[in-house]
């Protein structure tokens, strides 16, 4: 066997190639044992019989880790992952199973939590190319070919997935040329980094000023007591309550955790700065921070009576914030820019609408082509539910693909049209919803649809 076309999403493709290449030899071997029916069960497995089991067979010779452990979100809740797939450093592989459900899962469900929760760095998916099924003369359908998830994911492109995944094409024939690759364009909207550390302190009066100020220097302080690391953080205000968000796109958990505690330690006055760091530049800017510090708190002397407050007071109530990060484990993962940005309300009608499109995915069943098509859609309006630029709304691909949306239902005649329908009260979910997209097309300047 051997790899004709991939289907590529968020860089997946020159990822793997880079740093995979061991393991994508290993799928392709696994792959031709497969086809060429060379996978044998051991004795006693045969009960287990099917396509997957002599799939996870072939890459388990190779090695592989067959996925048969328990994850658990933060909130504890036990998380599903039969789909992903055999894992092996940092990626996990499974064939493609020829049904439209299947697909959906693996793709808006599976490969995310495996990504979040399982260590997975790039979900990969294996089918076969057109030509190698009719040679083959396989009856599992369209749904099962390489070309039929290409032509749906290129259909719903841009895609608001936040992970890199890959659909490898393979057949039996050798090829003179590399593999074709498509690349899939993303959401620009989507964010693919992820909350690693989020606290939210609410100080006294006469301690915010003072306070604000300390956390906003640890983006500082992470930038340059470890510039290989790249780091977003952001300090949002709300009453007197504020709120430090750490978040990263590389997956190392062990530098963020470890930048926090060494801040902790200097703020709360537990170690000198001279301890944490060998960066002279560093070890002065955190003492110059801590007089500034000084200074904010006695300005306010005459604002609010401090004559009795100390600085170790201020510096022990974050110490014992952000020392939380010791005591409760942090998932991690890093784009360089430190920022201070302010609390936003949500778009209601924007809420309104992604309200109505989950709705709609409740109602129709994971094997019709509308569960994919409102999955994505429903990813991209939660990318600007709290975008307050009407010309951003307005130019996102949320808003092209809820209008493409409707004209497809207003047309009539294909699978979303037909799945709809079938939905008790579906037209009156529909209608609704066209309502509320008229309702943001007039605030961001799009024209209404005429949609009953």
């Not at 693919?192 to 983006?219: K, S």
């Not at 170690?271 to 060998?278: F, K, M």
Request: charged share 25%; with cysteine.
């Amino acid at each position: 066997m051997q790899i004709i076309q991939v289907v590529s999403y968020l860089g997946a493709w020159e990822k793997v190639q880079k740093n995979y290449q061991c393991e994508l030899k290993e799928i392709i071997a696994a792959a031709t044992n497969y086809y060429n029916g060379k996978v044998k069960l051991e004795e006693g497995e045969e009960r287990l019989g099917g396509t997957r089991a002599l799939w996870e067979k072939a890459l388990y010779d190779f090695s592989w880790t067959i996925n048969d452990q328990t994850y658990f979100s933060p909130a504890g809740r036990r998380v599903h992952l039969g789909s992903l797939g055999p894992t092996k450093n940092g990626i996990s592989v499974q064939l493609n199973f020829g049904n439209p459900t299947w697909f959906h899962r693996w793709l808006f469900s599976q490969g995310s939590l495996a990504v979040r929760y399982a260590g997975v760095k790039v979900p990969i998916l294996v089918a076969t190319v057109r030509e190698f099924e009719r040679r083959e003369e396989r009856r599992m359908g369209q749904t099962s070919n390489f070309e039929y998830l290409r032509d749906q994911l290129e259909t719903l492109a841009p895609l608001s997935s936040t992970f890199p995944f890959l659909i490898l094409g393979i057949n039996d024939q050798a090829s003179l040329f590399d593999a074709e690759v498509f690349e899939i364009a993303s959401d620009p909207n989507i964010t693919t980094e992820r909350v690693v550390v989020d606290r939210c302190i609410e100080f006294p009066p006469e301690y915010h000023q003072a306070g604000l100020g300390i956390l906003n220097y640890f983006g500082v302080f992470l930038r340059e007591n470890y510039p290989e690391r790249d780091a977003k953080v952001k300090i949002e205000q709300h009453g007197l309550s504020v709120r430090m968000i750490v978040e990263t796109s590389d997956g190392d958990t062990e530098v963020v955790e470890k930048a926090l505690h060494d801040y902790e330690l200097v703020m709360s006055g537990k170690v000198l700065p001279e301890t944490i760091s060998q960066n002279d530049k560093v070890v002065l800017d955190l003492k110059n921070e801590l007089r500034i510090t000084q200074f904010r708190l006695e300005s306010q002397h005459d604002i609010i009576e401090v004559q009795n407050r100390r600085i170790d007071k201020l510096l022990t109530v974050i110490g014992n914030s952000l020392e939380a990060s010791v005591r409760r484990p942090i998932n991690i993962e890093v784009s360089p820019s430190f920022q201070n940005s302010q609390i936003m309300n949500v778009n209601q009608d924007i809420s309104v609408a992604l309200s109505g499109v989950y709705d709609l995915i409740d109602s129709v069943s994971p094997s019709d082509e509308v569960h994919m098509v409102l999955s994505d859609l429903a990813g991209s309006l939660e990318a600007v539910e709290k975008e307050s630029d009407p010309e951003k709304v307005k130019k996102s691909p949320a808003m092209s693909k809820l209008r493409k949306l409707f004209d497809r239902l207003e047309n009539g005649n294909d699978a979303i049209s037909s799945a709809i329908s079938k939905i008790e009260k579906g037209t009156e979910m529909v209608a609704n919803l066209a309502k509320t997209y008229n309702k943001i097309a007039c605030w961001c300047g799009l024209p209404n649809i005429p949609f009953v």
